[in-house]
């Protein structure tokens, strides 16, 4: 089992930047494919992004596609989520999950493990 920690949210002005953080334990990030979601109040989690095993082929959803970028540090054990251009509509608490199973990764059932979530929120 692996232990997931989120970090770096916060409150930023529509069409600013941040970049949040998973850290892992127990396990290195490298065994999991990763991936990030969100849930704002009175709806349901929502794929974000995903990177894959061994070839960290990485997903986007179409909501975020051009302004967010997902990447892995294998040195600190860590994946990141880098958003540009936030929108009032970015406003969730964001998830990472983990999973070792290389299919599904922007469906939520999927993954195994998750942290306790970042609060992002974006004012206009």
């Known amino acids: 089992q692996v232990q997931l920690a989120e970090s770096g949210g916060g409150l930023v002005q529509a069409g600013g930047s941040l970049r949040v953080s998973c850290t892992a334990s127990g396990r290195t990030v490298s065994s999991y494919a990763m991936g990030w979601f969100r849930q704002a109040p009175g709806k349901e989690r929502e794929f974000v992004s995903a990177?894959?095993?061994?070839?960290?082929?990485?997903y986007y959803a179409d909501s975020v596609k051009g302004r967010f970028t997902i990447s892995r540090d294998y040195t600190k054990n860590t994946v990141y989520l880098q958003m540009n251009s936030l929108k009032p509509e970015d406003t969730a608490v964001y998830y990472c999950a983990a999973t070792k199973n290389n299919a599904l990764l922007t469906t939520v059932s999927n993954f195994s493990s998750w942290g306790q979530g970042t609060q992002v929120t974006v004012s206009s």
């Open positions: 990177i894959s095993l061994r070839t960290s082929t990485t």
